[in-house]
C-alpha cells in the first residue's frame, strides 16, 4: 500500500503544513509534535486515511516505524487535532460499548474475568 493524494488535497496539505509553520514557527514544535502533525495532515489529505483504517502494525511497515510509535501518534493527534465534534461522536460510541458489555472495567491489579 502507498499514501495517494488528490492533486487538490495534496495543495491543501502542503498549504496547511505551510500556514502552520509560518504562524507558529518553525521550531515552535518538538521533534515529535512535527511528526504528529505531519502524520495527520498525510492522514487527513491522502485518499487512503490509513490511520483510521488500517491497523497499527500495517501503517507501522507503511510508515517504516514501530507499531507503538504509531499508537502513540495517534493518540497525540486524536488529542491535539481532531474537531471537538469527533471527539464527542469517539466517547459516545466508547460509552456505548460500555453500557453493552463489550469493554468491561474492573479494578486496578484485579485479575482479568
Given at each position: 500500500?502507498?499514501?495517494?493524494?488528490?492533486?487538490?488535497?495534496?495543495?491543501?496539505?502542503?498549504?496547511?503544513?505551510?500556514?502552520?509553520?509560518?504562524?507558529?514557527?518553525?521550531?515552535?514544535?518538538?521533534?515529535?509534535?512535527?511528526?504528529?502533525?505531519?502524520?495527520?495532515?498525510?492522514?487527513?489529505?491522502?485518499?487512503?486515511?490509513?490511520?483510521?483504517?488500517?491497523?497499527?502494525?500495517?501503517?507501522?511497515?507503511?510508515?517504516?516505524?514501530?507499531?507503538?510509535?504509531?499508537?502513540s501518534?495517534?493518540?497525540?493527534?486524536?488529542?491535539r487535532?481532531?474537531?471537538?465534534?469527533?471527539?464527542?461522536?469517539?466517547?459516545?460510541?466508547?460509552?456505548?460499548?460500555?453500557?453493552?458489555?463489550?469493554?468491561?472495567?474492573?479494578?486496578?491489579?484485579?485479575?482479568?474475568?
Amino acid at each position: 500500500m502507498s499514501i495517494t493524494f488528490e492533486p487538490e488535497n495534496a495543495m491543501e496539505l502542503a498549504n496547511e503544513l505551510a500556514g502552520r509553520i509560518q504562524s507558529d514557527g518553525f521550531n515552535a514544535m518538538s521533534k515529535n509534535d512535527f511528526y504528529d502533525l505531519v502524520l495527520h495532515l498525510l492522514d487527513k489529505h491522502s485518499r487512503e486515511n490509513f490511520l483510521s483504517r488500517q491497523s497499527n502494525e500495517k501503517n507501522a511497515l507503511l510508515l517504516k516505524v514501530k507499531p507503538e510509535k504509531i499508537k502513540s501518534s495517534k493518540l497525540n493527534i486524536y488529542l491535539r487535532y481532531m474537531e471537538q465534534e469527533k471527539q464527542r461522536e469517539t466517547l459516545g460510541r466508547l460509552i456505548q460499548m460500555i453500557l453493552d458489555n463489550k469493554i468491561t472495567m474492573r479494578e486496578l491489579g484485579a485479575p482479568p474475568p
